[in-house]
């Protein structure tokens, strides 16, 4: 199988994106062994087993300084790797002034050859449509380069009390995805992670908003709702991407769990790879 991958973590201590301490609760959480921490050779070689290539998801940084140190190894990486690594999606710290983040994120995007900021709200609790945001939102528009916008209810802090103030409000696609494709229709977003319990209102976006799409990392494919199944064998099938969520899943669990749901071939290949290749202009 083809597969072009756009919710991909590092394995490196460089690139990973939580620390050794979560290790434990994310492979309680998803069952699954976790390789902290490999060296770029032996992480490539994983994807490169796998037949897939990824565009990465890096640490937030805690500082600019962080973040153009960020850019410089995702640009090696793509120097180094070019038959299995595409870009990243740039990093994004709410705490950071906004007016110099914009600044740095040109440069992020110029230099690691990236694509535009992934914004995780929950963690926040200020939803996407925030106009703060406009300012990135229009750079990424000028420049071209898509963004990604987490959906849907998140594994970060499920189970403990208040939910580690996690808040899954911000993580509805109506008002906050729709109100940010429509302030900005020349701009791709990538609704990230499979969107129930706001799966209708996804579709609902998916079907009114041609920049909007939807990769559906973070669940097996066999636990998405049976609505959006469905709508994936027909109006959706230009709509939705793939996203593994390595190394939360390994590949060959994840891939034979998309095998399995006996979706249209077409249907298949297009979200493996073929809607990423037509959406950002790249080639598997």
């Not at 609760?25 to 069952?31: C, H, N, Q």
């Not at 994120?105 to 449509?129: R, W």
């Not at 996690?166 to 995805?177: T, W, Y």
Request: charged share 25%; proline share 6%.
């Amino acid at each position: 199988m083809k597969v072009i991958d756009l919710q991909t973590q590092m394995t490196t201590e460089k690139g990973a994106l939580f620390s050794k301490e979560l290790k434990d609760f994310f492979e309680a959480t998803f069952k699954t062994v976790i390789p902290y921490y490999q060296t770029d050779d032996e992480m490539m070689d994983v994807f490169r087993q796998a037949g897939v290539k990824v565009i990465f998801c890096v640490p937030d940084p805690k500082n600019f300084d962080e973040m153009d140190a960020t850019g410089d190894y995702v640009a090696r990486l793509v120097s180094d790797y070019p038959d299995v690594v595409y870009g990243s999606w740039a990093p994004y710290n709410f705490n950071l002034d906004i007016d110099k983040y914009v600044v740095e994120l040109e440069k992020y995007i110029d230099k690691a050859k990236s694509f535009g900021f992934f914004y995780y709200g929950a963690s926040t609790g200020v939803p996407a449509n925030d106009e703060r945001f406009f300012p990135i939102y229009k750079l990424c528009s000028d420049k071209k380069v898509p963004i990604k916008i987490s959906v849907g209810h998140t594994a970060m802090g499920a189970g403990t009390p208040g939910g580690s103030g996690i808040r899954l409000g911000s993580e509805r696609p109506i008002p906050n995805i729709d109100d940010v494709a429509a302030a900005f229709p020349e701009l791709t977003i990538i609704a990230s992670h499979c969107p129930w319990p706001f799966h209708s209102e996804m579709i609902s976006v998916l079907v009114h908003k041609a920049n909007v799409y939807n990769e559906v990392h973070g669940w097996m494919p066999k636990y998405f709702p049976q609505e959006l199944k469905k709508e994936m064998n027909s109006r959706l099938k230009t709509k939705i991407m793939f996203g593994s969520d390595y190394p939360f899943f390994a590949f060959d669990r994840i891939l034979k769990g998309w095998t399995d749901e006996g979706l249209k071939p077409e249907a298949l290949e297009n979200i493996l790879y073929k809607n990423a290749e037509r959406v950002f202009g790249i080639k598997y």
